[in-house]
């Protein structure tokens, strides 16, 4: 069974900085993209940023570009997503994702596995 879970997230006053942490565990591929999604309330889930398995190859939403960045450490199964700069509209419930191959995407329906989300709200 395969598990992602976040941390990190929580009230930022905007212009701040927050740094999300997803651990995989479990029997994945050994070679997974990952990528973050986020959900405002009323809205759908929308793409934030996606990392290859080697880490070479990042991508990012507009809206977030040059303000977050996607990293990983593969010793530590772990993947972040630095954010600075924050907005009142960056408010939402982040999620990480794992995608059973090696190249990254920006589909959420590409990915295989999903954490529980975690909450990160920008205060103006």
């Known amino acids: 069974q395969v598990q992602l879970v976040e941390s990190g997230g929580g009230l930022v006053q905007a212009g701040g900085s927050v740094r999300l942490s997803c651990v995989v565990s479990?029997?994945?591929?050994?070679?997974?993209?990952m990528g973050w999604f986020r959900q405002a309330p009323g809205k759908e889930r929308e793409f934030v940023a996606t990392?290859?398995?080697?880490?070479?190859?990042?991508y990012y939403a507009d809206s977030v570009k040059g303000r977050f960045t996607i990293s990983r450490d593969n010793a530590k199964n772990t993947v972040y997503l630095q954010m600075n700069s924050l907005k009142p509209e960056d408010t939402a419930v982040y999620y990480c994702?794992?995608?059973?191959?090696?190249?990254?995407?920006?589909?959420?329906?590409?990915?295989?596995?999903w954490g529980q989300g975690t909450q990160v709200t920008v205060s103006s």
């Open positions: 990392i290859s398995y080697s880490g070479v190859i990042t």
């Open positions: 994702a794992a995608r059973s191959k090696p190249l990254y995407s920006n589909d959420y329906k590409q990915y295989d596995y």
């Open positions: 479990g029997r994945t591929s050994p070679r997974h993209a």
